[in-house]
DNA sequence: CTGAAAGCGCTAACAT
DNA sequence: ATGTTAGCGCTTTCAG
């Protein structure tokens, strides 16, 4: 007990109490190298009983290598990126790497921020959710000479590797739906989308798919902020009173969705006779609501693992080869709101 | 370009290539001490033109700082864990600090295992949630000579600092509040919570209250995993059917509450009249909910601030001295769901 | 199977 | 205002 308080222990001490050499000890502590099973037991109980924890700041630098796993997403507070993680998270338990979370709020300044600090680190991958990056970013990006992978979207260039769905089909294939149900007054609501550049391509896919049937958006709002539900009653309280006859509501995201079919329920409307509804994003916490919402899954646990497989091939040794150009195919789920064609 | 692909720059490149020496590279680049203009200019162009990211493993271990907040929490993917991020993120925003997140999934070993990874970091804080911990677990944070906050829960003893509310507390002062109100066949539903200990509390501390007005609990049920909204819903219904003279009921978190709400509602039960009820949180995403559901706030953003302002204090040089023992008081909302006494 | 030497990329502490 | 020297705690490499 002679140790001064708060100096963090070293490999030396552990040398020192057991009376194996550092560089043995180092060996014992990463179960590497052939160790006798005697001095093996040795160096174990003397690590534990002082309570020596490894520095893997020095053992990074030394070993030039960090398993970290760079993860730079906009927002931890909706439903779509905690699962995404969930999927990361699943693969990566297996492996010696570890992810790393980076927000970004949906800012492109914040995002060179975070990836800029995140680099510093000198993780073994980098998995960011988006196309849409800085000039600055994107250089960041290809010089870090780590493996990247984009996800979430598919509607564009990737720097090195991709994985997602397309958000503009996405859209299209919802119109398509629409249309074919028999819908033909139809509203959109969502978020302002400058910076939701997945939103956005929803969006475009969707009118263009309703143009091309020669169907125009009847009504549409935009909102920003705010809790999600209570945002979709109002928003649908009023497009309702200034656009009566609509027939059909795509909202960008489930939580709007649901906001709007509670307070169509509780106005006697008759769903999906007299109108329907669609979300986005499959969320599961709305199992539950007094009708199951259209929607299309996002496949966002699906993305995560995906992307965390092509980061674990590429960085073991010697490196798997992978698809790294993933586009997955969502699915349309009517639920309750959507009647069939 | 000559450089070999795939080496990280170097400090000494950036020198190399602006004429300067390392040493005064390095001081630019962290803003320390006093550099002529020139001199930092020709270096920030230099380090600009290379696209050089410094090597954080390196600065840190010659420094012998790690500007890294740990931050071991449960789950994200529940409402209450994003927002105590929210507000620890809101702090060290403003600081040299970063904060990383380890999950536990609510398995002691788990948290056992990410407290000795995060530590291997030589982190500057942990702010670490609830107060119990594997006899292990314990030892480490003491053994880490380095600030730690146990958040969440106050009814307990703290390896160090403690923010949080007592949810012994808040189990009674709703019952209390839902006594006062006149109901008295009251039942509870909530997570099987062997593991869960801040619901445990809460739930005891219900009882406790109960037990001392003389009412005994008129029914109760656990569950498990699934959609919270439609395990609401099920429990709801099921428990309605086995004890319909039930006049109140309590959930161990809105979500469930809210779908047990919906589920009344959809049956005709006049509420708060009838039947009343009230969850736990405070979670901002039901307001669009038909009916306000009666909760009480568990200060989560409030609880992360104050956590990571202890951090910030402590580690701030020379530390400051701040209150490192603090119990917040959550305060009843009665939505639509409980009425006045 | 074990150990000794060298150095990872940076910064603290002194020079100058 | 700038440079020099000596490590930070570990792992790589090479010798026994």
Known sequence: MSRPLN??????????????????????????????????????????????????IAGSLASQRVNLVAVIIPSMSNMVFPEVMTGINSV?????????????DYLPEKEEKVLYEMLSWR??????????HSDASRAM????????????DTDGTPVDAMVGISHRRAGREMADAIIKAGYRRIGFMGTKMALDHRA?????????????????MADQEFYSGGSALSKGRELTSAMMARTPDLDFLYYSNDLIG????????????????????????????????????????????????????????????????????????????????????
Do not use: H
Not at 314 to 321: N, V, Y
């Open 92 to 104: 990566l338990e297996d492996t010696p790497l570890q992810p790393v979370v980076g927000i970004t």
């Open 123 to 132: 993780p073994s991958g980098i998995i960011i959710a988006g196309l849409e």
């Open 200 to 216: 956005r391509k929803r969006f475009e896919g969707f009118t263009q798919a309703l143009a091309k049937a020669g169907i125009e």
């Open 7 to 56: 100096r963090p222990l070293t490999l030396r001490d552990v040398s020192e109490a057991s009376g194996v050499s550092e560089m043995t000890v180092s060996r014992v502590l990463r179960n590497r190298g052939d160790v006798s099973a005697a001095t093996r037991e040795k160096v174990l109980k003397a690590a534990k009983a002082l309570g020596y924890v490894p520095n893997r």
């Open 141 to 152: 990006l290809r010089a870090s000479g780590i493996p990247v992978v984009e996800i979430m």
């Open 258 to 341: 649901a906001g709007g079919l509670l307070w169509l329920l509780e106005q006697g409307y008759d769903i999906p006779g007299q109108i329907g509804l669609a979300g986005f994003n499959g969320v599961e916490l709305l199992q539950g609501l007094p009708r199951r919402l259209a929607t299309m899954d996002a496949c966002r646990a699906e993305i995560g693992r995906r992307a965390a497989e092509i980061i674990v091939a590429r960085t073991s040794e010697p490196a798997q080869d992978i698809e790294t150009l993933v586009t997955l195919a969502p699915t349309i789920d009517r639920g309750d709101t959507l009647r069939m064609p």
